[in-house]
């Protein structure tokens, strides 16, 4: 039975679907300010193999990702800028809706671009946020009927003291929560520091934005927390099954979607909440808002190719942190081609000597909180074993690679085109370095090399790369 760590228990439970046989997922998407940087990036290659191990365990998931395109400010905790017009100003775009709208419509198409390079399943669905005012009009309204509003000048705000469970899944003895509390703006207009806004006013509010609509509480626009829990219960439902996001929505965003969904339809909104842990450079967290940050698109001009990066997530638990350089980067790329070229002498698939007892484990690892660094193991274990048949090999590996995802069956051939009078030779190789003949090992090298291909050796064995 698949198990998976909730953070609002924080402990391993069994995952149990409200219906039998069907999943309902929902994933925090982009703010498309931007490009997405590989730590965000992070976050839905975590919600893929998610997403994939439940269609393994032979669930029918529906899935939703959110564009944020309206909304979200500079800091979780309603204060700074707004993202989408700082995109505009750092672009030296005009001021005007049709410009912001240009912003969003682009980063968007970069970001699935990125899912695609990245063999990410499309979900199913991905609610635009200024196109979901109604639903969150109604959540708004349902809240504030329910007493845990308040109206200033400048905004409706959410009454966190009255919500009995605020901060049951941030914990406030966590040390994300300390960091919110000591970030978090003092705000005259808020009866508790922890307050947040449903609903920015127009007349009362300095900030700019070029989006307004009409409310029961004036012209305005939506807060960036009623977004995500308005669209996920209108094409979920309430209750839904799961959440996934990165820890950082653990203190402040999550936890007010929780806040406001309960309050305004009293029962919960999602019964498992899935966190990944952040990517780490030398230097600390990625950050876009520290101004130097790592894409996808940077990998593709340094000749990385994108499913490296995805090898590299897998080879990390998403719930320890994954450091990245470009060491790492270069050895995830050996590993995935060499495992590329392990398969590229199998025989097509017939999806009819899968081996059991190996995919029993696989499922084993992958059903045990999302262990794909034991998954990935597994596949290593099997290409090496010699008792097992090639069709038994690429039968098992292809099933595997449903979960996987690293697109196998397509670029073992087109990936790993070595002409056979190479791979001998580095076979030869090989075995003259296992005896420790080390000179005549450098002379087949050599012939290597005239071949037009390189070898570097790794873990897993000799990698042959064709010279630039």
Not at 78 to 87: L, N, P, S, V
Not at 179 to 192: L, S
Request: charged residues 25%; positive net charge.
């Amino acid at each position: 039975m698949l198990q998976i760590y909730n953070t609002l228990g924080r402990q391993k439970e069994k995952f149990i679907p409200l219906q039998k046989d069907k999943v309902g997922l929902y994933s925090c998407g982009p703010t498309v300010y931007n490009y997405a940087h590989l730590g965000n990036l992070r976050a839905y290659v975590f919600a893929d193999i998610l997403k994939r191990t439940l269609q393994y365990n032979q669930y029918e998931v529906k899935h939703i990702i959110n564009i944020t395109d309206i909304g979200h400010l500079t800091s979780d905790a309603d204060a700074g800028e707004d993202k989408m017009i700082k995109a505009l100003q750092r672009e030296g775009k005009k001021l005007t809706p049709e410009a912001m709208q240009e912003i969003a419509n682009f980063y968007s198409q970069s970001f699935f671009q990125n899912r695609d390079d990245l063999n990410i399943l499309p979900a199913d669905k991905y609610p635009l946020a200024s196109q979901h005012l109604p639903a969150m009009i109604k959540m708004i309204q349902a809240i504030e009927k329910n007493g845990y509003s308040y109206e200033t000048k400048s905004a409706l705000y959410f009454d966190t003291q009255k919500f009995k469970n605020y901060g049951q899944l941030a914990s406030k003895k966590s040390k994300n929560s300390e960091k919110n509390e000591a970030r978090i703006e003092i705000n005259p207009e808020k009866k508790n520091s922890s307050d947040f806004i449903l609903w920015f006013k127009a007349k009362g509010e300095k900030r700019k934005h070029l989006l307004q609509w009409n409310s029961p509480w004036g012209e305005g626009w939506p807060g960036w927390h009623i977004e995500c829990a308005a669209m996920s219960t209108q094409y979920l439902g309430q209750p839904f099954d799961l959440h996934t996001g990165g820890i950082d929505h653990i203190p402040v965003h999550h936890t007010n979607e929780i806040a406001q969904a309960e309050a305004a339809y009293q029962k919960p909104l999602a019964q498992y909440w899935l966190h990944n842990e952040f990517l780490v450079l030398d230097q600390g967290k990625m950050s876009k808002s520290k101004g130097g940050f790592i894409t996808l698109e940077t990998l593709i001009e340094k000749k990385i190719h994108p499913l490296s990066y995805r090898y590299l997530c897998l080879n990390t638990h998403y719930r320890s942190p994954l450091s990245f350089s470009w060491e790492s980067m270069e050895s995830a790329q050996n590993a995935l081609f060499k495992l590329y070229q392990l398969t590229a002498s199998l025989p097509k698939p017939s999806s009819k000597k899968i081996i059991i007892k190996i995919e029993n484990d696989f499922q084993k690892a992958i059903n045990n909180d999302l262990n794909t660094p034991q998954a990935l193991a597994l596949t290593w274990s099997l290409l090496k074993n010699k008792q097992f048949s090639p069709q038994q090999k690429i039968d098992t590996l292809i099933k595997m690679d449903q979960v996987l995802g690293l697109n196998i069956e397509k670029n073992r051939k087109n990936i790993s085109k070595v002409p056979l009078i190479v791979e001998n030779l580095s076979k030869k190789r090989e075995n003259l370095r296992k005896e420790k003949k080390w000179e005549e090992a450098d002379q087949i090298r050599q012939q290597i090399e005239k071949a037009g291909f390189i070898v570097e050796d790794s873990p897993q064995g000799p990698l042959l790369k064709k010279k630039n």
